[in-house]
Structure formats: C-alpha cells, structure tokens
C-alpha cells in the first residue's frame, strides 16, 4: 500500500487531502475503510462483503433513489427522508464501475451526512463524498 492510494477489493482509493481514511494498514489490500471529513460532515464505511441495500418492505420512512451517471461508472443512492428531529442521516448506496469488455465491478457502501442548513458540505457544487466515489478507480489486476 502506497501512501497515494488506498487498495480495497478490486478497487483503488486516491487519498484526498483534507480526509481522514481508517483501514487495515498491515494488509496491502485492506479489507474494511472508513473515510471521514474532520469536521465531521460526512463518514463513509465499506467492508469486504458488505451488502448491497435494499429498501426494507415494511420501513416506517420512505426512501428516494437517486441516481449518477458518470463515464464509465453509475452510483446509486438509497436515502431515507430527512427526520426532523435528526441532523444526521444513513445513506446507502453502490456503485458500478464498468471494466473495458464492460463488466460491472460492484463497490457498495454506507455514509453518514450531516446537514447544516439543509446542505451538506459540498466542493465544487457536490457533495465531497462524490468527490471520493468519483476517484475510485479499478484496481490494476480488476481491470484486466
């Protein structure tokens, strides 16, 4: 593991400054990462063999789905509407990323976002947890 980017599955995470990342650093590809934001806006969990969510039959919230659409890659969120008593909300998403014979590698995952003002944090105009989705690449030995 290199101090640039972080290996996890068939999948490469660039270390973005301003984050703080948590992860196996004994195993040079780690098998849990949790990245966070240090003031505390958002934190991101993915596991080895973390499920892909699905909504359950009979939640007592609704959900809303929310799609991207990127080159070469779709991101999928699972987001429970906003309680009006919490300033914080688990958000449940997977993501696609899509090899060169077009193969779809899955990368599910959960991030917690706080909201201030109703927004979370954003960079750019987006979130900076999309920021982080949208770098991860496929893993060398993935892609091929």
């Known amino acids: 593991m290199t101090d640039k ?4 599955g068939d999948f490469e995470f660039p270390r973005i400054r301003g984050l703080d990342y948590l992860l196996d650093e ?10 966070n934001e240090s003031r505390d806006y958002f934190s ?3 596991e080895n063999g973390f499920p892909i969510f699905t909504v359950p039959e009979n939640s007592e919230r609704s959900y809303c789905l929310f799609e991207l659409k990127r080159p070469g890659r779709m991101i999928k969120f699972f987001c429970p509407e906003k309680h009006q008593n919490l300033d914080t909300a688990m958000w449940y998403f997977y993501m696609e990323l899509f090899d060169e014979q077009g193969v779809a590698h899955v990368l ?11 927004r979370t944090q954003r960079i750019r105009g987006k979130p ?3 920021e982080v989705l949208e770098g991860v690449k496929l893993a060398t030995a993935a892609s091929t």
């Open 44 to 46: 991101m969990y993915f």
């Open 26 to 35: 004994k195993k040079p590809v780690t098998d849990y990462l949790f990245v």
């Open 5 to 8: 980017r972080i290996l996890f």
């Open 128 to 130: 900076r947890f999309i």
């Open 108 to 118: 599910p995952g959960q991030v917690r976002v706080a909201f201030e003002n109703d």
